[in-house]
């Protein structure tokens, strides 16, 4: 059988792949394997050859009997750099779009024919060396897509009614096939254990490189690296809306959506080109009316305009924020986090409070088995018969409170085997039977103490819920276990997500107010704020409450919403920014959310916050770089007190001043 690589080499699909994903040249389908690596940077490329030409031509110059050489090589650099901005620009004339790109390109060829074609071909290379910049760094956001697509095989082995394996691409497959993943192959499919186990390494999904059992039941997505056994999957989304799907569909809005700022730019290009060039021309026609100056020459107002029009474009002003964004964009994707847009960044940014749902954020949704008391002075069976009963009774259950038994007990070695007969569940209430013990069997009976308090004398009652009520005001669950009559009340926490404290302390200390959201009774959600650090909380919350609470929260101030389930969609689509934990999220809270923390990595939110500040601050600084750029060299050059080559340089060095800038975003 051919090896996924070589499968995705073979299949049309990389076509769909390489027009929808905007790939590089080098996986072009229309290459061959030799010629790729000259595709790697191409525009980077052409444009350093451009300017090796430009400084040979510039130095031949200077002798006039290689002026005929030096003309040659300004040929090759127009050709290099400009070519491919007249054919652009020409594009852009065709759809009746007149923009920066325009405005640079007249510029550039207009030079040559004042004679300054130098100068024209410096501000050519200068401008590709900067269109380049903002290639890579759009081609450093745009690989998170790449990398997530190459997850999945583009093929599946579909087992039909007959039992037989047949290869299908993954688009022809729909949701309730049964598909085979064999041992060392990727689960091409989000789909449901049917049969068979095996340990998947999910750590392109999670960022975990511990394998992860799935046996019977459990829900594998594609992506998912089948180390053992093998498996068969009845699949539960197609590959449009697979794990994988949904991830490149946010990276994909990361892209396109555009902070206020960058669209006002956006916006104003084209207008700004205009006025730009109808400026240029009027100061090129009316300029020696007013004063001593000729028409042409180094002196002579088309000089002055065509210097002008290069000074005043605001090529650095509009590059400056999607290379900022961008960067940002591409850094935190590299890191798990997933934004819809450097718009989600700015709105953390306004964020002066952050809301928390409590279990699956704050806490791992896993409750832990803190201890055994024993109720009433006549008890006469002791915590390990208790333990073993509870372990016998839960073992196959999947309620929380089970795993957690079952967890607690597997640390033991002293448990004595319990037999049970007569088992029954009652869904929501809990689990009775009868047990197999050395003196003799007995009724047991464990779960909610509601229900199981129906099964014991009355005078224990009150002991007993004194009991309960001093655990959960100390902000514990409780579970109640009966046998024969012999009453044992399990304690239970819900287990704090690691680093949480340390993260919220961090939060803190930026002056924002954090408050905890959850469903939860009021003394067990008091524990947990507590424990993590939080100091106001709202409790017994329904999803309508929570969204109620959220409206409240917008109505004062902007805020931040992180959450995970299904409940948490509703508030986190109302929220300033929403956040959503992508590893346990349900689907409904990631579409609805603007961040998606795809690593469940909670602990990086500083770290984001950290991001957004600074994304904001350089933003900042490359407006004010490039707005100080244009009027140092436009004004300047409107009264001829610089030459053209120089107007290129300050021009062209705003705008790779700012690139740079932004660049370090990347860290």
């Not at 998912?224 to 994988?244: D, K, P, Q, R």
């Not at 006549?378 to 259950?397: P, R």
């Amino acid at each position: 059988m051919n090896t996924y690589s070589e499968t995705v080499e073979k299949t049309p699909q990389i076509f769909d792949e390489f027009f929808e994903l905007g790939k590089q040249d080098t996986v072009s389908p229309f290459l061959t394997p030799s010629s790729r690596p000259w595709g790697a940077n191409l525009t980077l490329k052409a444009a350093l050859v451009a300017a090796f030409f430009l400084c040979i031509a510039f130095a031949f110059s200077f002798s006039p009997q290689m002026m005929p050489l030096s003309n040659l090589l300004l040929v090759f650099v127009y050709f290099l750099a400009g070519i491919p901005a007249l054919i652009e620009s020409i594009e852009d004339l065709a759809s009746f779009e007149i923009n920066i790109d325009i405005l640079m390109t007249l510029a550039a060829f207009s030079s040559v024919m004042i004679g300054s074609g130098m100068e024209g071909a410096l501000l050519l290379v200068l401008f590709a060396l900067s269109g380049s910049m903002e290639d890579a760094v759009t081609s450093q956001a745009k690989r998170a897509i790449s990398s997530l697509h190459k997850l999945a095989p583009s093929k599946a082995f579909v087992i039909d009614d007959s039992g037989t394996l047949l290869e299908k691409s993954v688009k022809d497959i729909h949701v309730g096939t049964h598909i085979l993943v064999k041992a060392g192959e990727i689960v091409p499919l989000d789909g449901k254990v049917i049969k068979g186990a095996s340990s998947v390494n999910l750590v392109h999904l999670t960022g975990e490189n511990m394998p992860v059992t799935k046996i019977l039941g459990d829900t594998v997505p594609a992506g998912g690296h089948n180390l053992e056994g093998t498996l068969t999957l009845e699949v539960e989304n197609t590959s449009a809306n697979s794990t994988i799907a949904r991830i490149v569909q946010l990276v994909t809005q990361a892209q396109e959506a555009k902070p206020a700022l960058q669209r006002w730019f956006d916006t104003l290009s084209q207008s700004y080109a205009m006025t730009i060039i109808a400026l240029s021309a009027l100061v090129t026609a009316l300029l020696p009316i007013f004063i001593d100056i000729p028409y042409l020459g180094t002196e002579g107002s088309l000089y002055r305009g065509l210097t002008f029009l290069i000074a005043a474009s605001p090529c650095a002003l509009i590059i400056a924020i999607p290379i900022a964004y961008l960067s940002a964009i591409s850094s935190c994707a590299s890191r798990g986090i997933l934004l819809k847009g450097g718009i989600a960044l700015d709105a953390l940014a306004s964020c002066k409070a952050i809301a928390f749902d409590k279990t699956g954020t704050l806490t791992l949704g896993d409750l832990e088995l803190l201890g055994i008391d024993v109720i009433g002075d006549k008890n006469h069976l002791d915590e390990k018969t208790a333990l073993s009963v509870a372990n016998a009774l839960e073992i196959n259950a999947v309620h929380p409170i089970a795993k957690a038994i079952t967890k607690y007990s597997s640390a033991r070695d002293d448990l004595a085997k319990v037999t049970l007969e007569d088992f029954k569940s009652i869904p929501g209430y809990g689990l009775q039977a009868l047990a197999s013990l050395k003196d003799g069997q007995a009724n047991v009976y464990i779960g909610n103490p509601e229900y199981v308090l129906k099964s014991i004398k009355t005078e224990d009652v009150e002991i007993l819920n004194a009991a309960i009520e001093s655990i959960k005001n100390h902000g514990e669950l409780v579970a109640l276990l009966s046998i024969d009559q012999n009453l044992f009340l399990f304690r239970f926490k819900d287990i704090i997500r690691p680093l949480i404290k340390e993260t919220v302390a961090a939060v803190k200390k930026r002056g924002l107010n954090l408050i905890m959201l959850t469903g939860d009774d009021k003394n067990n959600a008091s524990q947990i704020a507590k424990d993590v650090g939080i100091d106001e909380f709202h409790a017994n919350l329904k999803p309508e409450d929570k969204l109620q609470a959220i409206a409240e929260l917008s109505a004062k101030e902007k805020f931040a919403m992180i959450g995970d389930g299904v409940n948490d969609a509703p508030a986190l689509a109302r929220a300033t920014v929403g956040i959503c934990m992508g590893k346990v999220g349900s689907t409904s809270a990631i579409e609805a959310a603007d961040i998606v923390l795809l690593h469940d990595n909670i602990e990086m939110l500083d770290w984001l916050l950290a991001k957004a500040y600074k994304t904001q601050n350089v933003v900042r600084q490359n407006v004010l770089l490039a707005t100080f750029a244009i009027i140092a060299a436009s004004i300047p050059a409107l009264a001829g007190f610089i030459p053209l080559w120089l107007a290129v340089v300050l021009h062209e060095g705003g705008t790779v001043l700012v690139g740079l800038n932004a660049l370090r975003l990347l860290k």
